[in-house]
């Protein structure tokens, strides 16, 4: 694997992760609500925050919160994996209807909330926050190849410089979270020209979607350079070296940065059918210089563009 240029765990815990990204950093992007905040400072879009809850007294203002607004999403601050995450399409009195179209009464919901704010969902599971926000309405091209929930668009940057990236899409087995750990498909892009190449589901190639049977390759992602700039600027964000960016493609507001994580997976290299190896190496070499973010995606652009697709 190594002699293919495929980063395994240990290399990419060691090698990157232990060297590029220092220990004290890391609450800025383990903690979303933080991570919101922090992008808000600097400019880069995310999606709107209604609110916030962060004892379990605050539950009982949580309908006030959404009272005029039927759409909105609940989740953890310091969750991982999409655990504990709701997306909401609508409610009416005190019944609140899911993006998979289930319903749940406010009893559920608040019965949630407590369990959100007791830490069932949190890294180590200690006490957390509850962050209600806007609820993205992904953009027409993926409609066709995603179920239900919000596709996402992953991208590896390493000191400032966007090196490899994927759509995660949802499927009915990943019940609608853009998480390929749950079953959703991961599609290759091109760094280059943001067109998509056939997916991954779970570790076999596939061309088509599981739930849609729509074709998976050849889709040019709207905004690629709005994209990849905002991904590369979350290097001065963070100050983190090794770094997944999480953006979305909101069809009326564009690219909104959603998460930021500093111990990004490798299912990437399977997605994209190459090892990240390599493109780190080329990084390496030029990172020397002071470049601006729209240099370092230029340089990526150029570098790391697939000519053609296997």
């Not at 926000?133 to 390493?158: A, M, N, Q, T």
């Amino acid at each position: 694997m190594r002699e293919s240029g495929v980063l395994g765990i240990n290399a990419r815990n060691g090698e990157l992760i232990a060297v590029h990204n220092r220990r004290h950093l890391f609450p800025l992007v383990d903690d979303k609500l933080r991570t919101k905040r922090l992008a808000q400072e600097h400019g880069v879009p995310v999606p709107e925050l209604f609110g916030a809850l962060s004892t379990i007294r605050d539950i009982q203002e949580f309908p006030k919160l959404v009272e005029q607004r039927q759409q909105f999403v609940v989740k953890p601050a310091t969750g991982s994996g999409g655990d504990g995450i709701l997306v909401f399409d609508a409610h009416r009195e005190g019944r609140f209807r899911l993006c998979t179209g289930t319903h749940v009464t406010l009893d559920d919901l608040a019965h949630h909330l407590a369990n959100t704010l007791n830490g069932q969902y949190s890294l180590g599971g200690h006490p957390d926050r509850v962050m209600i926000e806007y609820r993205v309405l992904f953009d027409p091209i993926f409609d066709k190849v995603s179920y239900v929930g919000v596709p996402d668009i992953r991208v590896i940057v390493f000191r400032g410089f966007p090196v490899m990236a994927m759509a995660r899409l949802p499927t009915q087995a990943s019940n609608g979270r853009a998480n390929l750990h749950q079953g959703a498909v991961g599609v290759g892009i091109d760094i280059s020209t943001g067109l998509t190449m056939r997916g991954v589901l779970e570790n076999d190639v596939v061309r088509l979607h599981p739930d849609t049977n729509a074709e998976l390759e050849g889709l040019e992602v709207p905004l690629w350079p709005k994209i990849m700039l905002m991904a590369a600027r979350c290097y001065e964000l963070t100050g983190l070296g090794y770094l997944g960016v999480d953006i979305v493609l909101d069809v009326a507001k564009g690219p909104l940065m959603l998460e930021l994580n500093a111990r990004p997976g490798l299912n990437i290299q399977i997605a994209n059918r190459e090892g990240i190896v390599g493109r780190l190496h080329e990084v390496e070499m030029a990172a020397g210089a002071a470049l601006t973010p729209e240099e370092r995606v230029a340089f990526s652009a150029n570098t790391f563009s697939r000519a053609t697709v296997a």
